[in-house]
């Protein structure tokens, strides 16, 4: 706390880390001004929804050698990091479904060619479930029970809670580690998923962020560090802020601009 006396301003990028900032400041509780870099254009964009389309590919490659084509995935969350893993997956010729709650993704889902489905009516048949919600037991272990044999079950989202892997360390089933990261839990029938990175975050867990990518978030940072360094007294108060169109553009810009 005596810190704080000091302290300018906080930046934060993480999906969870902004969450805290804005209940802080609900409860009156935020010492000193706060920018939202996660919902940032350049952070959201790039971070979530481009990134999250390639490293998607390169964490399932590296863990399981699969082939895309004809197999049957169903992406729970339709946000940016669902929308950037169900193109990808398209475009390599997977039969992609949607599980969505809110009305405006779900219908920016349909409208981009995918099936919205509940997850409950193809747990059975998909090859591959990929969570992207940020929200907590969106998988539960009844879903987990009626998955088919070598069902592939991975998180996208912005923690491990999306999975109910806890669920899965009972007696009756066996853990099977067949490499880094990868795990088979095997049912007493014989039955088993390969469950990767045990429910934490496969784009950091599995695959690599390109340093493109990393450059834009850290910049964005960088940015908005400057912003609050800066301001006159009084700009900003002890509130949650996004980062000024102003600043988010001459990143853009100089993204655009940059020499190959």
């Known amino acids: 706390p005596n810190m704080f006396k000091k302290i300018k301003g906080i930046v934060e990028e993480s999906v969870t880390g902004v969450h805290r900032l804005y209940q802080l400041s609900k409860a009156g509780k935020l010492c000193v001004p706060a920018m939202n870099v996660n919902d940032s254009v350049t952070k959201q964009k790039f971070d979530n929804l481009y990134c999250c389309r390639e490293s998607i590919l390169d964490g399932l490659k590296r863990t399981t050698d699969m082939m ?103 007696p009756e089933l066996t853990w ?18 390969v469950l990767l990175a045990e429910g934490r975050l496969l784009n950091l867990s599995c695959s690599t962020v390109p340093t493109f990518v990393l450059s834009i978030t850290a910049t964005t940072q960088a940015l908005a560090l400057i912003e609050l360094y800066n301001a006159p007294e009084g700009r900003y108060k002890q509130d949650v802020y996004l980062l000024p169109k102003k600043m988010a553009g001459l990143l853009s810009l100089a993204t655009k601009t940059r020499s190959p």
């Open 176 to 193: 099977e580690r067949v490499r880094s990261q990868v795990d088979h839990v095997i049912w007493p029938d014989g039955k088993r998923i």
């Open 68 to 170: 895309f084509g004809g197999k049957q995935v169903v992406v729970c969350g339709y946000g940016e990091v669902g929308k950037g893993c169900c193109a990808a997956l398209k475009a390599m010729g997977s039969i992609v479904y949607v599980t969505e709650i809110d009305p405006i993704c779900a219908l920016q889902a349909c409208m981009d060619g995918f099936r919205l489905v509940k997850l409950n009516e193809v747990i059975r048949q998909v090859d591959i479930v990929i969570t992207c919600t940020g929200n907590k037991n969106v998988v539960t272990r009844e879903h987990l029970d009626r998955m088919k044999n070598s069902c592939i079950v991975c998180n996208m989202g912005h923690s491990n809670t999306e999975i109910d892997v806890a669920s899965l360390r009972t």
